[in-house]
């Protein structure tokens, strides 16, 4: 494994004046009169920003809602990464298209954000690529290029040297050679960000006619220069954007505005650093207890554990240190077999709801083992994942008692739990619990109202993250 101490990669980029940036920064959004819409293909994507809008639909009410709101930003929750390729194809059609339709109707330019996984898994190229020719064929816009930005300070995720890094405690690891790399379904094999586009456009976009805004750029502040390397980008060529800081973001977002204003248009698929930056979110304070809880239910709370990445795994054994837990493993290998997969889920829900009413709070976790069926079943697997998710979803879906809080951990899990299970159809952002890990607000419409439902990634945080959050719900 070609790993790089992180200390010595750090300590070779140069420092710069942060309030420069942020003064320029802010000048060039006050000049972007355009509504942002970030399409997130798993819940996690707001794991940056607060106080803004998460629709869980791109119905055309709910986009002329976004379209509508004083800020500038709002996020439409796709969960494409749960999708089949199919899916994926028809939902991005329907989004384009109402965007396209609510943009034309209220005359109002936009910016569309492909947010996805700062891992590099998920529908890519296939998403940007049906936004892009839907987009082009329902309107005037037409896109120059594509900008790609993984980069994602809070889950450890760098690129460095066209490269991209995922930080494993003092190491970074080119991520084409982790866990996620060898993804069922979304797996890829290149670290060097131009390669990696040429392995998933199956060369039809070439390493060598990426541009790359490296380091040495943005930390000279060479604004001009990167503009003008923007300028030049065309036939929806691919610009891979380095960064180590939100500070990287910021230098590139003041340049990529100034070639904006000069008429350059570009499709995102980003993680996301680039939304909180472009949607001028401030920083702020992560959320305490107080602000999460604020009525005096004797329930416990609920944790649902779904995600089967190598972190999340050893985050639940960290978990089980908890004493004030209590803990039921949902035998999900029991799909294979309608009744008893239906028993299984039935006596968790009954189980769940008297501890919960007794102020217990518990953590139903999916066995540890993946379900494997073998080479080439891909599609037959991920369906199998959707009956589990289903499952895990409708003991949410199903509860009588309200908890006094949830916790789902992974994304594709949170997103279901979000949706189907609380039946959200729009909710506010209030904030971040622990670096990269969000806390939605339920709006009046869900199954509990105004319940801090927190959303933990599968593949963010340390050991302790998830125990360390569940502590300061509990206090």
Partial sequence: MSKVLAKEVFDKIPAVDV???????????????KKI??????????????????????????????????????????????????ETEKAHKEMSLNITEVAKKLNKDFIVISRSDSTLRGHYPLETEILKQTIEAN????????????????GGRFTVNNIHYVQYDEYLVPAGETEFAKDRTFGYTKSQLGEYIEEKTKGAFKAENTTYISLESIRNLEI????????????????????????????????????????????????????????????KNLLTRD???KEGSKNGGLIIVGSHVKKTTEQLEELKKCDFIEFIEFNCHLVLDSEKFEAEVQ??????????????????YTSRKRLDLGEDKKEEELKLSVKIS?????????????????????????????????????????????????????????????????????NVGTKTTLREAVEILNQ
Avoid: C
Avoid at 19 to 33: G, I, N, P, R, S
Avoid at 49 to 59: F, K, L, N, R
Avoid at 68 to 86: C, D, P, Q, Y
């Fill in 139 to 154: 309107s005037q816009v037409k896109f120059d290029g594509e900008v790609l930005m993984p980069f994602f300070k809070e």
């Fill in 224 to 283: 001009e220069k990167i503009k003008e390397q923007l300028l030049k980008v065309e036939n929806f060529n691919k610009v891979v954007v380095n960064a180590v800081d939100y500070v990287d973001v910021k230098i590139f977002a003041i340049a990529l505005v100034k070639a904006i204003k000069s008429g350059k248009n570009f499709m995102y698929r980003s993680a996301a650093a680039l939304t909180k930056v472009i949607g001028g979110v401030s920083d």
């Fill in 291 to 293: 602000e999460l809880i």
């Fill in 37 to 86: 819409v970030v399409l997130d293909d798993d819940p996690t994507g707001v794991q940056t920003v607060h106080d803004v809008s998460v629709y869980t639909d791109w119905s055309l009410d709910s986009i002329e809602n976004g379209f509508k709101e004083e800020s500038s930003m709002f996020f439409i929750l796709t969960n494409s990464r749960g999708f089949t390729a199919a």
């Fill in 19 to 33: 309030k420069v940036v942020d003064e320029l920064l802010t000048k060039e959004l006050a000049e972007l009169d």
């Fill in 390 to 458: 289903d499952a895990v979803t409708s003991i949410v879906g199903k509860l009588k008692v309200r908890p006094n809080y949830i916790v789902a951990k992974g994304g594709i899990t949170s997103s279901d739990v979000g949706t189907k299970g609380l039946k959200v159809k729009r909710a506010t952002v209030a904030g971040q619990i622990k670096p990269g890990i969000p806390v939605w607000r339920t709006g009046d419409e869900s199954k509990f109202p105004g319940v801090a439902y927190v959303i933990f990634p599968g």
């Fill in 347 to 364: 006596g968790i829900i009954e189980k769940t709801e008297k501890l919960i009413a007794e102020g217990k709070t518990v953590a139903v």
